[in-house]
């Protein structure tokens, strides 16, 4: 059992039993929530459970990535100012395991256990998502990868919020094979039936011809980079200029795993962890001595269509970046440089020495002036970067990415399920902690005090509880300072004490981060 899983059976069974423990209000105005951090505390405190975890070794970046990096900087560089790119021309694109039941590669059983089935490992188990964003912050539709090969393999019609996704441009594929991993066929649909619709619509919305040149940015994943697919690519899409981000450089240098994976798979969880709860929920309401939970593949297959439209409304969120959607034509327009999404920002966040893939940075005039002096200063590396025909990386050769991990581990490297997508944001966008919460091994995790202690029998302000070990005040930030400048050396401002009113939500449980309430900072 994971510990997503153990939450949600926590929550119906206290909004079952006695929901009145999530009013107990604590010294800090917080309110008990069963964060994921109380779970496994629980879990090892009071049950005697102890972690389990399959393991993978783990990517490693080559000793001269930042060289590399920084030469496909400058190449990227050199083709939006060759062929006078938007930056709605250029999109990166990631495959990531989207698995069904949150926390496959470790579990909790009782300790001493010596052997422990961790379910979800297997390959049917989870689907394959492809997730593209152009670097103008445009969240590209879905393509989502099924094991199968017939469309009873495929999530039904009747599925929650199918025809919205349909309506977006989602799309839902076979992948006529024995796993659910993307291949050849499934990323010729991909092209065909997303990104050059995509490319084309931006280009009758500026104007453009449909010579326009545009650049596709993915990673050397073998089938990317074997000679069938770009052969294909070079006769059906000969405007999609394809750039490979650098093996073992995916975690530094692609915007779709530096900016948009996190969220991604925090927005997934919480929606797994909606669906367990209301089912448990319904089955105490409903007088059941023991509930269990359904993980049959055909309604886990189903109910995965509303996560990925949950996420991707979140991801999509209007009130940051301007959009006017309709598939194949999408013009995006964001608000102010202070203002940008987090999908603009994912772009930011690809550094490497004093360069960057936002398109800011590429179509500059720094790294204009970088470019002229590598003409006269290093005629190789210019001759590389100015060539017609990319050299593709030999596919019998093994790579860094081919040995990347299909899955990070869920439950200890995964932000709390009660983080607030817009605080995680924040973090991610603003580089800071959020009040409320702290960083504990790269992870989010809550301070308040109803997440820190264990809950005594009386109810209400004052409980004897109350005085815990957890900090007794919500740590707030001066609001007369900027929210994002810092204070002092190695603060975030002035701190002053403030009733914390991040636990006042009665729907807390839910994935709807609207409904959620946000860090303060």
Same mark, same amino acid.
């Given at each position: 059992?994971?510990?997503?899983?153990?939450?949600?059976?926590?929550? /119906?069974?206290?909004?079952?039993?006695?929901?009145?423990?999530?009013?107990?209000?604590?010294?800090?105005?917080?309110?008990?929530?069963?964060?994921?951090?109380?779970? @496994?505390?629980?879990?090892?405190?009071?049950?005697?459970?102890?972690?389990?975890? /399959?393991?993978?070794?783990?990517?490693?970046?080559?000793?001269?990535?930042?060289?590399?990096?920084?030469?496909?900087?400058?190449?990227?560089?050199?083709?939006?100012?060759?062929?006078?790119?938007?930056?709605?021309?250029?999109?990166?694109?990631?495959? $990531?395991?989207?698995?069904?039941?949150?926390?496959?590669?470790?579990?909790?059983?009782?300790?001493?256990?010596?052997? %422990?089935?961790?379910?979800?490992?297997?390959?049917?188990?989870?689907?394959?998502?492809?997730?593209?964003?152009?670097?103008?912050? $445009?969240?590209?539709?879905? #393509?989502?990868?099924?094991?199968?090969?017939?469309?009873?393999?495929?999530?039904?019609?009747?599925?929650?919020?199918?025809?919205?996704?349909?309506?977006?441009?989602?799309?839902?594929?076979?992948?006529?094979?024995?796993?659910?991993?993307?291949?050849?066929?499934?990323?010729?649909?991909? %092209?065909?039936?997303?990104?050059?619709?995509?490319?084309?619509?931006?280009?009758?919305?500026?104007?453009?011809?449909?010579?326009?040149?545009?650049?596709?940015?993915?990673?050397?994943?073998?089938?990317?980079?074997?000679?069938?697919?770009?052969?294909?690519?070079?006769?059906?899409?000969?405007?999609?200029?394809?750039?490979?981000?650098?093996?073992?450089?995916?975690?530094?240098?692609?915007?779709?795993?530096?900016?948009?994976?996190?969220?991604?798979?925090?927005?997934?969880?919480?929606?797994?962890?909606?669906?367990?709860?209301?089912?448990?929920?319904?089955? =105490?309401?409903?007088?059941?001595?023991?509930? $269990?939970?359904?993980?049959?593949?055909?309604?886990?297959?189903?109910?995965?269509?509303?996560?990925?439209?949950?996420?991707?409304?979140? =991801?999509?969120?209007?009130?940051? %970046?301007?959009?006017?959607?309709?598939?194949?034509?999408?013009?995006?327009?964001?608000?102010?440089?202070?203002?940008?999404?987090?999908?603009?920002?994912?772009?930011?966040?690809?550094?490497?020495?004093?360069?960057?893939?936002?398109?800011?940075?590429?179509?500059?005039?720094?790294?204009?002036?970088?470019? @002229?002096?590598?003409?006269?200063?290093?005629?190789?590396?210019?001759?590389?970067?100015?060539?017609?025909? $990319?050299?593709?990386?030999?596919?019998?050769?093994?790579?860094?990415?081919?040995?990347?991990?299909?899955?990070?581990?869920?439950?200890?490297?995964?932000?709390?399920?009660?983080?607030?997508?817009?605080?995680?944001?924040? /973090?991610?966008?603003?580089?800071?902690?959020?009040?409320?919460?702290?960083?504990?091994?790269?992870?989010?995790?809550?301070?308040?005090?109803?997440?820190?202690?264990?809950?005594?029998?009386?109810?209400?302000?004052?409980?004897?509880?109350?005085?815990?070990?957890?900090?007794?005040?919500?740590? =707030?930030?001066?609001?007369?300072?900027?929210?994002?400048?810092?204070?002092?050396?190695?603060?975030?401002?002035? #701190?002053?004490?403030?009733?914390?009113?991040?636990?006042?939500?009665?729907?807390?449980? @839910?994935?709807?981060?609207?409904?959620?309430?946000?860090?303060?900072?």
């Amino acid at each position: 059992m994971s510990v997503i899983t153990a939450r949600a059976i926590v929550v /119906a069974s206290i909004l079952h039993q006695r929901p009145a423990i999530f009013e107990q209000t604590f010294k800090d105005s917080s309110h008990f929530r069963a964060s994921d951090s109380f779970v @496994r505390k629980f879990l090892h405190g009071q049950l005697s459970w102890s972690i389990r975890k /399959a393991t993978r070794a783990a990517q490693k970046r080559l000793k001269d990535w930042e060289d590399q990096c920084e030469h496909a900087t400058f190449r990227l560089a050199y083709f939006i100012e060759e062929e006078q790119l938007i930056a709605e021309l250029y999109v990166n694109s990631d495959q $990531t395991q989207a698995v069904y039941a949150p926390g496959n590669r470790m579990t909790w059983a009782a300790t001493g256990s010596k052997q %422990v089935e961790l379910v979800g490992l297997e390959e049917k188990r989870a689907f394959t998502l492809l997730v593209s964003v152009a670097a103008d912050g $445009t969240l590209l539709p879905f #393509q989502a990868v099924y094991q199968g090969s017939t469309k009873r393999t495929l999530p039904s019609p009747q599925a929650p919020n199918h025809v919205d996704c349909m309506n977006a441009g989602f799309k839902f594929e076979s992948s006529n094979t024995k796993t659910y991993w993307s291949n050849q066929k499934t990323m010729q649909n991909f %092209v065909n039936d997303i990104l050059a619709p995509y490319f084309d619509g931006v280009k009758v919305c500026h104007n453009r011809p449909p010579t326009q040149k545009s650049l596709w940015q993915i990673d050397v994943w073998s089938v990317h980079r074997s000679k069938e697919f770009w052969g294909w690519m070079h006769k059906n899409h000969p405007t999609i200029y394809v750039d490979y981000v650098p093996g073992g450089c995916t975690g530094a240098f692609q915007a779709c795993d530096v900016g948009i994976q996190r969220p991604l798979k925090l927005l997934l969880r919480k929606s797994y962890h909606k669906d367990i709860v209301q089912e448990i929920l319904s089955q =105490l309401d409903n007088d059941s001595q023991a509930p $269990t939970i359904d993980d049959s593949l055909g309604i886990v297959r189903d109910r995965s269509v509303q996560w990925l439209w949950n996420a991707y409304q979140a =991801l999509s969120d209007p009130a940051l %970046v301007k959009k006017v959607h309709n598939f194949g034509i999408c013009c995006s327009t964001v608000h102010s440089i202070d203002n940008r999404s987090q999908l603009v920002k994912a772009f930011e966040g690809c550094a490497v020495r004093e360069w960057n893939l936002s398109f800011e940075c590429l179509s500059g005039f720094k790294i204009r002036g970088a470019l @002229r002096q590598i003409k006269s200063s290093n005629p190789e590396l210019w001759k590389k970067l100015t060539t017609s025909s $990319t050299k593709l990386p030999d596919t019998s050769e093994t790579l860094p990415k081919d040995e990347e991990p299909d899955s990070r581990p869920e439950d200890i490297d995964g932000d709390d399920t009660v983080l607030p997508m817009a605080t995680l944001v924040k /973090a991610l966008t603003k580089d800071r902690i959020p009040t409320k919460f702290a960083l504990r091994n790269n992870v989010l995790s809550p301070l308040v005090d109803a997440e820190n202690t264990n809950l005594g029998d009386n109810e209400g302000t004052g409980g004897p509880n109350s005085t815990s070990e957890g900090p007794s005040t919500a740590m =707030l930030e001066d609001p007369t300072r900027d929210g994002d400048g810092a204070g002092e050396e190695g603060t975030w401002g002035k #701190q002053v004490r403030k009733p914390n009113t991040w636990y006042s939500s009665n729907v807390f449980w @839910r994935h709807n981060d609207d409904e959620d309430l946000d860090d303060d900072g």
